[in-house]
């Protein structure tokens, strides 16, 4: 009993974070080829898993009730490998973290030199690199490594970070530079190595080491679409200092649609004989508003779609706030107007006002954050 009681005192050194979503047949192996590698090293494991589907966390369970090194953070009603990783490392004890993936892809083997990299102060940030000498991204298909090179490329362009490879998953750093860039990482998506060098206030000394990336044996991959445009979503954040969202890029484009669809609708309904062009107007309105809210709880709120009877009290939300929204719209557009400016200058400043006042107040009342 004092064994354990002891060993349970000591804290870990290093606290090696990996996010998990449908990894259940990895986590047996990946905990052997961990142990194996981090011998020597006072270490504990940070699983943080998505409330997976085939039960990840149950394996995890099994695996920490004989050793209490490896933990598990079970996340309900989440999603986002960025995300998961942020609390994975908040959540550690150790001084230094590590994230590394739970499907294999990532050889555990260059754990411990990023350990001591950062350990012995010679790296404030230690990152597992395949795009330097020795490293690889092999596995890769022919596209998604294409896609992969230009990611790096536009997110060296964009962002300024000047290493070679702000795109891997694999990563170790003091907790203390974690902290520091926590306030302002976006999150969202899955570059959380990107995000923490772009996030963090100060010069970072940065080191890379390579290494292979390896093929998947179990499961899939989970980067999709979706992925892509959290991404960009990033990059337009990160160099907008966080002025503009992908979200708000994502409802103007959607508004653009609305227009279009305006314009289709007033046409048909100027088809009906005797109907009035008010009443066409009108109606024509009220059906880019309805298909624009569908487009917005699709797309700009996936993450927050209202199903049901919350979609139709959302819907009359969206109305109102649409509504407001044309009578600033007008407003502003008159007054600039009414002060000698060009008509066109007065149209997109109302136009502008309307959709910034549409976005604040959607985010705000219609597609409400959950708490
Ligand atoms: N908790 C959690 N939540 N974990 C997730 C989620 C999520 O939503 N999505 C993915 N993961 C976990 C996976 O289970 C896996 O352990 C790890 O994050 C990487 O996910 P993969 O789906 O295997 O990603 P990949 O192999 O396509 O991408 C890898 O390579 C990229 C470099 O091209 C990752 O290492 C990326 O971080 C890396 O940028
Ligand atoms: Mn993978």
Not at 28 to 34: D, E, Q, S
Not at 298 to 304: A, G, I, N, P, V
Request: proline content about 3%.
């Amino acid at each position: 009993m004092t064994e354990t009681a002891t060993a349970a005192v000591a804290a870990p050194a290093l606290t090696v974070v990996v996010p998990t979503f449908n990894e259940a047949a990895n986590v047996r192996p990946l905990v052997a080829k961990l142990t194996a590698a981090l011998a020597g090293i006072a270490y504990e494991v940070m699983f943080v898993d998505d409330n997976s589907p085939d039960g990840t966390y149950d394996v995890v369970r099994a695996l920490s009730r004989e050793d209490p090194r490896i933990r598990c953070i079970r996340r309900i009603g989440r999603r986002g490998l960025s995300s998961a990783c942020i609390e994975g490392m908040m959540a550690g004890q150790g001084d230094v973290v590590a994230v590394i993936d739970g499907d294999l892809q990532h050889d555990e083997t260059v754990l411990p030199k990023l350990f001591e990299l950062v350990r012995s102060g010679q790296a404030d940030l230690a990152v597992a690199s395949r795009y330097v000498e020795g490293g690889s991204a092999a596995s890769f298909s022919d596209a998604r490594g294409k896609g992969s090179r230009l990611a790096t490329e536009l997110a060296r362009k964009v962002l300024k970070v000047e290493f070679n490879d702000p795109m891997s998953g694999f990563f170790a750093t003091r907790r203390s530079v974690v902290e520091a860039a926590a306030p302002k990482l976006s999150g969202d998506g899955f570059k959380i190595l990107l995000d923490l060098a772009a996030s963090h206030p100060g010069k970072l000394r940065i080191v890379e080491v390579p290494f292979v990336f390896g093929t998947r044996l179990h499961g899939d991959s989970k980067m999709d679409n979706r992925v892509v445009a959290d991404f960009l979503g990033l990059l337009v954040s990160k160099a907008t200092g966080g002025l503009v969202s992908i979200r708000f890029l994502t409802f103007a484009a959607v508004g653009v649609s609305g227009v279009v669809v305006h314009l289709l609708a007033l046409r048909g309904l100027l088809a009906v004989p005797s109907l009035p062009f008010a009443a066409a107007q009108a109606g024509a309105t009220l059906v880019a508003m309805t298909t624009n809210f569908t487009f917005n709880n699709l797309m700009t709120y996936r993450d927050r779609m209202l199903t049901g009877l919350a979609f139709m009290r959302g819907l009359i939300g969206f109305y109102l706030v649409c509504s407001v929204g044309a009578v600033a719209n007008v407003g502003v557009a008159t007054w600039m107007f009414e002060g000698d400016q060009q008509w066109w200058v007065a149209g997109i400043a109302g136009a502008a006002m309307g959709a910034v006042w549409n976005y604040v107040f959607s985010d705000l009342l219609v597609w409400r954050r959950k708490r």
